[in-house]
Structure formats: C-alpha cells, structure tokens
C-alpha cells in the first residue's frame, strides 16, 4: 500500500475538499428533505428498527414477538442498537452518523481507481467528484436502508483484494514479497459487508476462484485463499452458529423464500392466468401455505421459519422449471431495472409516484421503457431536471463503459483491468434477476465510474492533440 500512501500525502488537500464536499451535499439533502416527515424510512426500515430496538434493551436479535429473528442478516440493526446505546434511541441521530461514514465512499473510490490504474490521477480525481454529486449515493447515504454501509465495506474489501492482483497470464512485473495481510483485511471487510447483505457467502467463492487465476505459486494461492475464508468466517461465523444451534440448519437468513415467490411466482401467475396482484398474491401464498401443511402433518409439529423458507424456495423454483421462457424474460427485465433505473425513483416513490415505475408485465419490454423514462407524470420542475439529469449519465457512464470493454480487445493492459472488474459486476448483476431495483447496483458504480471515465477522458486527449 506504500504507493497508494504517496498518492494519498500528494493528494491530501483534494482529499480533505472531496471529503467535506461529500458530506454536505448529503447533509444538506438529508436536512432539507429525508429528514422531513420520516422520509428517511422505508419499508424495510421497519424490521431493522424492531430488531434493533430488541439488541438495545439486551433480548438479542429477535422479533416483536420476542422468537428468534432469522429473516434478515443482522449488521444493520446491530449498528442501530449500538448508537442507541451509546446516546439515545434516535433514528435521526443515527443516519447523521451513517450519512458521516457514507461520506467516505468518493474518498475509497478514488483509492480503488488508483489501484486499477496506477497512473491515471485524473480518472481517479473525475471519478471520485462524481461520486460525491451522484443521486444514488447521496439518497442512500441518508435512508434506512443497508445499501450506504454494504457499498462502503464492499469497496473496501475490492481495495484490499484487488491490490497487487494480476493474472497469471499478465506481463506486468510482481512483487516478490508476499504478504497476506491485505487478503486477511479484505476478508474481514467482505465479512461485515456479508452482515449488511447476505450475499458475502457467493462472493467470497467468487473471490477464491479468481485468487486461483493468480500470477502466484499455485501454494501461494492457496495459502491466500485460505487467509481469506478464515478471515471472512471470522466475522459471520457467530452468526451462522447461531443459526444452526437455534434450528439445526446452517443457513445466513430467511428472506429468499418470500423473495423469489413474490417476485418470480406471482409475476408469472399474473401473467398466465390474466390476474391482477392481490390475485395471484393470494393463489401463491395459499399454495404455499397449503405445502407447509401438508409437510407439518407429516412431521407432526409446526415448521420453523427456515424450513418454510426452503418451501417457499422449491415452490418458486417449481414455477421457474414449468414457464423458463416467462422466467428469462422476467430475468432480463430485472437486469434492466438493476442496470438502467434511475435512483430519483425512491424520490418520487416518497411523493407517491411509486407505481409509475413498476413493471407492467401486459407491456412489451420496449413500451415498459418508454413508459419509464418519457412519460413522468410529475408537475415539480426541479425533481423533473433531477430525473432528466440522472437520465443523462446513466447514459453517459453506460456509453463510456462499454467503449471501455470495447476498447479492452484492443489494449491487453486495459484487458486485464476488465477481467478483474467483470466477475464482480456480473455478479452483482445476476442475483437481481428476480428482482431488478436500482439500488443494487450501487455496490459496482465504482466500476462503472472509473471505466467510463478513463475512456472519456482519453478520448478528450486525443481530440485535443488532433484539434493542435
């Protein structure tokens, strides 16, 4: 990390006016709007502030009805009980200190950009301003919702473990020393990452197979790849244990089978069958409460929360097995909302436009677009030019990326920053195809940012050198 320092003591102003730059453009969001009549709280707020109330007054991380809670992983809430402990319970307070830490991520972004291109300070300076200005991480930053934290711990375990990567086919020259401590630091970040969103588990097999494309001694790797999961189980382990003393089953939540039955069978049904929502809501959810029935008479006791998840789980696949074509189209919708929908959509949603932006599956694809983006119903000027901006560079990061990608065929050093970026972006893409929101592409903007940006960047150079 020597040379990340030098940058770092080089940069140092710039990095103290991006710091405070961040955090007043979220402060002075969060003060005038999210703050105002409970904007800040979502419909996932709910469960986080129940169970963090429970942690705060010392009965562990259960639900109002005081049994074990297993439906989300735990790292927010704990985050929520531990401010509440340390001043008062007060959720504002608390997103005042999130928003603090939030403010952060430009600051990593640039760091991450210089370890992808060690010499481009200019990619790096662009892409962290951006970020400080983007809608996505200045909303986030202010709401209840664990996208701020994951995305920041997240970029910290990118740092570490892409820090002094290569390929083992790259011709760039490694270090011969070999230190495992930026591997043990990443799996600790990946870790508490994976207890803000419980997708730490994909991540870290993801992570070891490409520790195994390593230009290292195949013992090196291993030994890498072993300092990582220790280092990973270190933090969600407890959990894990937690879970299995409490059910027999070694497992990190219980959301997924709620989640692919409401975003995956009842889509479908509404479609098959011409029902509207409340329709095929009650069909699904009557099917599978007629499983775990059938299943608790066999057993001859009531199914804990997991195994009704495993239920739902099967039932949703079921559907996925029986209609694939319904299920690829409804996937690659989702990939377009994950990857093309604007995050002003959670403004309007709190100015009650929220149905405007969901699917309409009697639309073709093409006209569900149209509807998104060219038919806002909105009478507000400011948020109009808000959307229409954010519409803008969504497009003009979208474009520069793949120019970049483009332009990776042609350079091998550009090639090798691709192959390391697109495991983790394609990644965080494929798990939303049941579910398609904008905020979770959050994680990999930086990505995106620092590709983009490069190929811009560079294509402005070569403008100016032609024009003299």
């Not at 030098?6 to 730059?21: G, S």
């Not at 603090?100 to 600051?107: E, H, R």
Request: with cysteine; hydrophobic share 55%; net charge positive.
């Amino acid at each position: 990390m020597h040379d990340i320092f030098l940058v770092v003591r080089k940069e140092k102003r710039f990095l103290l006016f991006l710091l405070i730059v961040s955090f007043l453009i979220r402060a002075i969001f969060f003060g005038l709007f999210l703050s105002h009549d409970k904007n800040y709280f979502t419909l996932d707020s709910n469960t986080y502030h129940r169970v963090a109330i429970k942690i705060f007054e010392g009965k562990g991380i259960i639900d109002v009805d005081d049994k074990p809670h297993f439906y989300r992983v735990p790292g927010y809430s704990i985050f929520f009980a531990t401010i509440y402990k340390l001043f008062e319970i007060n959720e504002v307070l608390a997103l005042w200190i999130q928003i603090f830490f939030t403010s952060f991520l430009p600051f990593l972004i640039f760091f991450l950009s210089i370890i992808l291109f060690s010499t481009k300070i200019l990619v790096a300076k662009a892409s962290s301003i951006f970020s400080s200005f983007h809608i996505g991480y200045v909303l986030f930053s202010g709401l209840m919702m664990t996208e701020g934290f994951f995305s920041l711990f997240f970029i910290i375990f990118l740092i570490f473990f892409l820090y002094d990567f290569n390929f083992f086919f790259s011709k760039s020259i490694q270090s011969k020393s070999i230190s495992y401590k930026n591997m043990f630091l990443g799996g600790l970040f990946l870790g508490i990452a994976s207890m803000f969103r419980p997708v730490g588990h994909c991540l870290i097999i993801l992570s070891i197979i490409l520790l195994l494309f390593e230009k290292k001694h195949f013992m090196v790797k291993i030994k890498k790849s072993f300092v990582l999961f220790v280092s990973w189980s270190l933090i969600v382990f407890w959990w894990i244990l937690r879970n299995y003393f409490l059910t027999g089953y070694i497992f990190f939540h219980t959301l997924p089978g709620i989640h692919f039955l409401k975003h995956i069978s009842i889509p479908i049904d509404m479609q098959i069958n011409k029902h509207n929502f409340h329709e095929s809501h009650a069909k699904i959810w009557n099917e599978w409460n007629d499983l775990i029935k059938k299943k608790e008479k066999i057993e001859k006791r009531n199914l804990i929360d997991i195994e009704k998840c495993i239920i739902g789980e099967r039932l949703a696949f079921s559907y996925m097995l029986k209609y694939p074509i319904l299920t690829i189209k409804r996937a690659f919708c989702n990939f377009f909302k994950t990857n093309f929908f604007i995050y002003s959509y959670k403004i309007l949603e709190i100015n009650g436009y929220k149905k405007h932006w969901e699917i309409d599956d009697k639309k073709s694809f093409f006209n569900n677009i149209l509807d998104r983006y060219l038919n806002i119903p909105i009478k507000n000027n400011l948020l109009r030019i808000i959307i229409w901006l954010e519409i803008f560079f969504i497009n003009f990061i979208f474009i520069g990326f793949i120019f970049f990608i483009i332009k990776s065929f042609f350079d091998i050093n550009l090639l090798y920053v691709t192959l390391k970026i697109l495991p983790f972006i394609g990644f965080m893409i494929f798990i939303t195809f049941a579910c398609g929101f904008a905020r979770l592409r959050l994680p990999i903007e930086p990505f995106l940012f620092i590709s983009s940006f490069y190929f811009w960047i560079n294509l402005f150079k070569r403008s100016k050198k032609v024009e003299q």
